[in-house]
């Protein structure tokens, strides 16, 4: 248990950084950041720590997972705005604002690879329950703040399986998925 100590504790620091990293472009207007910068609103901020620590000690790994779900959890509330204006648009310095479409296919591609940032620094099935618990703890908390919570959980859990179908030392999607589809067509059988 005492092993698990630290990569806990990491993973817990992590998420709680992640659930609030995007939301520092307000910090950083003097910057040129403006909200939803497409540098904390995407996969850039989780890929560069992915890439930093990938082959390090796995208390690091642990807590760069929490972050890439947390983030990953944010994503996916900003998924379901009010309306598709303003605030809810992805900025990119220097261009302006992407349009809707173009924001909705960054943040599901940034989910998408959080998602799978995450999987790929799992070990094994006990660091994937820890992860999920503490994306769930995130995701229960970040919902008590917006006004939906079920199409960003259906769209998470989709972004998580199909994550999950990608290589990944964690979970293999694409197994349990062929054993699903197996167990459904011999339920179907006289």
């Known amino acids: 248990?005492?092993?698990?100590?630290?990569?806990i504790l990491a993973l817990i620091i992590g998420t709680l950084i992640g659930l609030q990293l995007p939301d520092t472009d307000q910090v950083f207007t003097l910057i040129g950041l403006v909200h939803r910068s497409i540098i904390t609103h995407g996969l850039l901020?989780?890929?560069g720590a992915y890439l930093l620590i990938r082959k390090r000690m796995r208390w690091l790994q642990m807590g760069v997972a929490g972050l890439c779900l947390a983030i990953a959890v944010h994503l996916t509330f900003?998924?379901?705005p009010r309306s598709w204006y303003g605030y809810a648009l992805i900025t990119v310095p220097l261009v302006g604002q992407l349009d809707p479409t173009l924001t909705v296919l960054w943040l599901t591609i940034s989910m998408l690879t959080c998602c799978l940032l995450a999987l790929r620094l799992l070990r094994d099935r006990?660091?994937?329950v820890l992860a999920l618990v503490a994306a769930g703890w995130g995701f229960i908390t970040s919902a008590g703040r917006e006004r939906v919570w079920l199409m960003p959980l259906v769209v998470l859990v989709g972004a998580l399986f199909l994550a999950s179908c990608l290589p990944n030392p964690a979970f293999d999607g694409r197994a349990a998925a062929r054993r699903w589809v197996e167990r459904t067509q011999q339920m179907r059988r006289p």
């Open 45 to 47: 901020l989780p890929l």
């Open 1 to 7: 248990m005492a092993s698990y100590l630290l990569p």
């Open 126 to 128: 006990r660091d994937l």
């Open 78 to 80: 900003d998924l379901f």
